[in-house]
């Protein structure tokens, strides 16, 4: 009686959970489909395979906005790390006394809609000629994603036993060493997910993009809404291009569930 | 928050030490303010102007006038009704499914970290990819698979995104964020006290009591901290509206509506006026929801 429950449920538990995968599923069958048979009235299942659509990308030129987004999700992670590392360790292992307020500084920049600086950052990248600069668009990017990789950081930072900074501190170690010898290789695991998850928020950013963007800097997510306008079939080739453009993301976030997990709680889940 | 830093503790350890904390947060403290603060400084100043990026010549100060405009056409309520309701139904939605998806998961069974995997896929998805793959391949009237199973069940094709577009935001924003919600009230259930658990079943509690007085008070603060992160992400949601509705059917959130002034009307002064205003509301909700779950961030849950 019992075990039949438990094989009812965890049959509908999979029959939901493939159902809930099912457009992520259809995006990858249509992208190896021709125009016509993604276009079918009747949804094909049996098909003759092509890489037609991938091919078709390629001659579009998406290396480049592939290129685009890559760089603009290294630096940005890059520039993130390098300013979050140092203010996070402030903020947990020699916290200063108004901690509450920095922290709560960095989250309302978070809270502040994109729309309070897109106007004068458009205008002011205009004037310095930097608009549809892929630099510029990262350093936009690392803004965005500092507070964040602030939170995460302190998080696992604060996990740090206060024993063995104690003991280095006794050993003599000066700051540097301490950070950099004691500290850091302890939150290595942490650090890979605050850069992570960075990296996956600037690589699936629209907004800035479509906007602070146009002929040399645009990256793949605004490529994918240019299929939108136009003429003709395009369901095979538009899911080709998402299927490449998410399948990083996706393979990552696979692998590096836990860590994603804790990551995005920033800290309040263990 | 300057006054906060100079203000330190009166610990008797050298000049330089008490210097390290402030030399080590000022880099982040400077680049975030002068990316975030300083470019919300010059919305306000665009704010007093009269400027068209059409007639750039025309550029003059407008004092208020701006404001006047924005609180006298009748576009600013129903966008803030637009984001406050499409923010709130989605967060419940995707708070409801994802608790259903975590309540499924939290039991042992074959491939039960494949089914978790296949769950949290959507929330990976770059999101302007999952608008635009509901919006051809899901919902579309002809192609979509929706719209085949609602004729096969013997109804006529819907235009979802055309119709109710409304709705179909909606369900795209439960469909990516729900397995966020999942992925951290998974993380609550599975934090349950097992003795608990036992002792109430030693009782004879049934499975439904056992939830209800039980799990949800145990996953109250998981709630309230998937509530408030899945509020920051969702509030700012700009992909589905440009993509799928263009802001028709009642989508025009604040997001969207300055985009089509500033970058459709090139209408500097007004979208920055729209800017300021929703600054001001977005302040204004931030800090009593902040304000409340703060002390559950510093602290942790567990601890």
């Given at each position: 009686?019992?075990?039949?429950?438990?094989?009812?449920?965890?049959?509908?538990?999979?029959?939901?959970?493939?159902?809930?995968?099912?457009?992520?599923?259809?995006?990858?069958?249509?992208s190896?489909?021709?125009?016509?048979?993604?276009?079918?009235?009747?949804?094909?299942?049996?098909?003759?395979?092509?890489?037609?659509s991938?091919?078709?990308?390629?001659?579009?030129?998406?290396i480049?906005?592939?290129?685009?987004?890559?760089?603009?999700?290294?630096?940005?992670?890059?520039?993130?790390?390098?300013?979050?590392?140092?203010?996070?360790?402030?903020?947990?292992?020699?916290?200063i006394?108004?901690?509450?307020?920095?922290?709560?500084?960095?989250?309302?920049?978070?809270?502040?809609?994109?729309?309070?600086?897109?106007?004068?950052?458009?205008i002011?990248f205009?004037?310095?000629?930097?608009?549809?600069?892929?630099?510029?668009?990262?350093?936009?990017?690392?803004?965005?994603?500092?507070?964040?990789?602030?939170?995460?950081?302190?998080?696992?930072?604060?996990?740090?036993?206060?024993?063995?900074?104690?003991?280095?501190?006794?050993?003599?170690?000066?700051?540097?060493?301490?950070?950099?010898?004691?500290?850091?290789?302890?939150?290595?695991?942490?650090?890979?997910?605050?850069?992570?998850?960075?990296?996956?928020?600037?690589?699936n950013?629209?907004?800035?993009?479509?906007?602070?963007?146009?002929?040399?800097?645009?990256?793949?997510?605004?490529?994918?809404?240019?299929?939108?306008?136009?003429?003709?079939?395009?369901?095979?080739?538009?899911?080709?291009?998402?299927?490449?453009?998410?399948?990083?993301?996706?393979?990552?976030?696979?692998f590096?569930?836990?860590?994603?997990?804790?990551?995005?709680?920033?800290?309040?889940?263990? | 928050?300057?006054?906060?830093?100079?203000?330190?503790?009166?610990?008797?350890?050298?000049?330089?030490?008490?210097?390290?904390?402030r030399?080590?947060?000022?880099p982040?403290?400077?680049?975030?303010?002068?990316?975030?603060?300083?470019?919300?400084?010059?919305?306000?100043?665009?704010?007093?102007?009269?400027?068209?990026?059409?007639?750039?010549?025309?550029?003059?100060?407008a004092?208020i006038d701006?404001?006047?405009?924005?609180?006298?056409?009748?576009?600013?309520?129903?966008?803030?009704?637009?984001?406050?309701?499409?923010?709130?139904?989605?967060?419940?939605?995707?708070?409801?499914?994802?608790?259903?998806?975590?309540v499924?998961?939290?039991?042992?069974?074959?491939?039960?970290?494949?089914?978790?995997?296949?769950?949290?896929?959507?929330?990976?998805?770059?999101?302007?990819?999952?608008?635009?793959?509901?919006?051809?391949?899901?919902?579309?009237?002809?192609?979509?698979?929706?719209?085949?199973?609602?004729?096969?069940?013997?109804?006529?094709?819907?235009?979802?995104?055309?119709?109710?577009?409304?709705?179909?935001?909606?369900?795209?924003?439960?469909?990516?964020?729900?397995?966020?919600?999942?992925?951290?009230?998974?993380?609550?259930?599975?934090?349950?006290s097992?003795?608990?658990?036992?002792?109430?079943?030693?009782?004879?509690?049934?499975?439904?009591?056992?939830?209800?007085?039980?799990?949800?008070?145990?996953?109250?603060?998981?709630?309230?901290?998937?509530?408030?992160?899945?509020?920051?992400?969702?509030?700012?949601?700009?992909?589905?509206?440009?993509?799928?509705?263009?802001?028709?059917?009642?989508?025009?959130?604040?997001?969207?509506?300055?985009?089509?002034?500033?970058?459709?009307?090139?209408?500097?002064?007004?979208a920055?006026?729209?800017?300021?205003?929703?600054?001001?509301?977005?302040?204004?909700?931030?800090?009593?929801?902040?304000?409340?779950?703060?002390?559950?961030?510093?602290?942790g849950?567990?601890?």
């Open positions: 009686m019992r075990s039949t429950k438990a094989i009812l449920i965890t049959g509908m538990t999979w029959i939901i959970a493939v159902t809930y995968f099912f457009p992520v599923a259809w995006m990858f069958i249509n190896f489909k021709s125009e016509n048979d993604a276009a079918s009235l009747t949804p094909k299942f049996v098909f003759k395979p092509t890489l037609e991938f091919s078709r990308l390629a001659d579009r030129g998406m480049d906005y592939l290129t685009n987004s890559l760089m603009a999700s290294v630096i940005s992670t890059s520039v993130v790390l390098i300013l979050a590392i140092p203010a996070a360790y402030a903020l947990s292992i020699r916290p006394v108004k901690v509450q307020d920095a922290l709560f500084f960095f989250i309302s920049t978070r809270f502040m809609p994109a729309a309070a600086s897109i106007l004068p950052l458009f002011i205009k004037n310095l000629r930097v608009l549809d600069n892929i630099f510029a668009l990262s350093l936009v990017y690392a803004a965005m994603n500092l507070p964040i990789a602030i939170w995460m950081m302190r998080s696992f930072l604060s996990e740090v036993p206060q024993e063995v900074i104690e003991a280095s501190r006794i050993d003599g170690a000066n700051f540097e060493t301490e950070l950099w010898s004691v500290v850091l290789p302890i939150v290595l695991p942490g650090i890979a997910a605050v850069a992570l998850i960075c990296f996956i928020f600037s690589w950013e629209y907004f800035f993009s479509v906007l602070l963007t146009s002929a040399n800097a645009k990256t793949t997510p605004p490529f994918l809404a240019s299929f939108v306008d136009g003429r003709g079939q395009f369901l095979a080739v538009l899911s080709a291009a998402s299927t490449v453009a998410a399948l990083p993301v996706i393979l990552a976030g696979w590096a569930q836990k860590q994603l997990v804790r990551g995005l709680a920033m800290g309040a889940v263990k | 928050m300057a006054a906060g830093l100079k203000r330190q503790n009166q610990e008797k350890s050298p000049v330089k030490e008490k210097l390290l904390p030399k080590l947060i000022a982040a403290l400077i680049f975030s303010i002068v990316l975030t603060q300083v470019p919300f400084l010059v919305t306000i100043y665009f704010s007093l102007m009269e400027w068209n990026l059409l007639k750039p010549q025309e550029k003059a100060f004092g701006n404001y006047i405009y924005v609180f006298q056409t009748g576009d600013l309520l129903p966008a803030i009704i637009a984001t406050v309701g499409l923010t709130a139904f989605s967060v419940i939605c995707s708070l409801l499914v994802g608790l259903f998806f975590a499924l998961l939290d039991r042992k069974f074959r491939g039960q970290s494949v089914a978790r995997t296949l769950i949290i896929t959507p929330f990976l998805i770059m999101p302007a990819a999952s608008a635009l793959i509901w919006k051809f391949s899901m919902f579309d009237t002809n192609i979509g698979i929706i719209n085949y199973i609602v004729q096969k069940l013997g109804f006529s094709a819907i235009g979802w995104s055309t119709q109710y577009p409304y709705i179909s935001v909606i369900i795209l924003l439960t469909w990516q964020y729900a397995p966020f919600m999942m992925l951290i009230l998974l993380s609550g259930l599975q934090s349950q097992r003795e608990v658990l036992e002792a109430a079943s030693v009782d004879r509690a049934g499975i439904w009591r056992t939830f209800a007085f039980i799990t949800l008070p145990h996953l109250r603060q998981y709630t309230e901290i998937a509530i408030l992160l899945g509020t920051i992400m969702l509030l700012q949601a700009f992909d589905p509206v440009a993509i799928m509705t263009k802001g028709t059917g009642g989508t025009k959130t604040l997001a969207y509506l300055l985009y089509e002034r500033a970058f459709v009307g090139m209408n500097v002064g007004q920055a006026a729209y800017g300021v205003v929703t600054v001001i509301l977005t302040i204004i909700v931030a800090t009593i929801s902040l304000r409340s779950l703060f002390k559950v961030f510093i602290s849950v567990n601890k």
